[in-house]
């Protein structure tokens, strides 16, 4: 089995392949317990428009359903939990819109074959700003934007039901700091673990109001 692929070209220049669909539930599988869980966050450097990525997300949405089967309000908190638990890096801008897309595209489907409605225009917004801050355009390598600037990632906490705590972080002095290349950056194990430096942090809001959190700490 071999990776799909867009054109020659994007191999050329970029080394760009995409992985197929039955291989990534292969590998997946393997940390399969991990995909369930709402909370347990996945970083995929690579990752195109999304095949990593929405197959995880397919998987917490599963366990969404299993929870809150009855009560769409819960629900729509941890579909929305669940895209804040990925993130996403690529060279090129067009995989980045797609993969945004894709991710959003998923949930809404989920909603729908639930609850026979569309996904509210609110939780669309939230997810859809999530997606923005979460899947990058970027060189994994050097942990830098496009715009050669150290790519940032916010950390999208809950607290108390409602409400999502965010805490954006630098990634590029990862590769500054040697002793970082054994640590890893997140643990449920008691390991310790290698904490990023923060860059801002937001005060507590509604997790349907996270788009509009930005624009009120920016004011003077």
């Known amino acids: 089995m071999i990776a799909s692929v867009k054109s020659r070209q994007r191999i050329i220049d970029h080394g760009e392949v995409f992985t197929p669909a039955k291989l990534v539930n292969d590998m997946l599988d393997l940390v399969s317990h ?7 966050r996945f970083l995929e450097p690579a990752c195109g428009d999304g095949n990593f990525l929405a197959e995880v997300l397919r998987r917490k949405l599963i366990n969404v359903d299993k929870k809150n089967a009855r009560n769409r309000d819960k629900w ?20 980045i819109v797609a993969c945004r897309d894709r991710l959003l595209r998923v949930v809404a489907e989920a909603h729908a074959a639930r609850f026979n409605i569309p996904l509210p225009e609110d939780a669309v917004r939230a997810a859809a700003y999530i997606l923005s801050k979460n899947v990058v355009q970027g060189d994994a390598l050097t942990l830098r934007t496009s715009g050669d600037r150290p ?14 705590k965010r805490r954006d972080f630098a990634y590029d002095h990862l590769l500054e700091t040697a002793h970082v290349s054994n640590m890893p950056l997140f643990s449920d194990s008691g390991k310790d673990v290698y904490v990023p430096r923060t860059v801002r942090d937001f005060p507590p809001c509604h997790y349907l109001r996270v788009p509009d959190a930005e624009a009120v700490h920016e004011r003077p």
Do not use: Q
């Not at 729509?76 to 995989?95: M, P, Q």
């Open 151 to 164: 790519i940032v990632f916010p950390e999208w906490s809950p607290v108390n039901g409602t409400m999502l």
């Open 76 to 95: 729509e908190r941890d579909a929305v939990l669940s895209v804040c638990s990925l993130y996403g890096i690529d060279l090129l801008a067009d995989n």
């Open 34 to 40: 991990e995909c369930e869980r709402i909370d347990s």
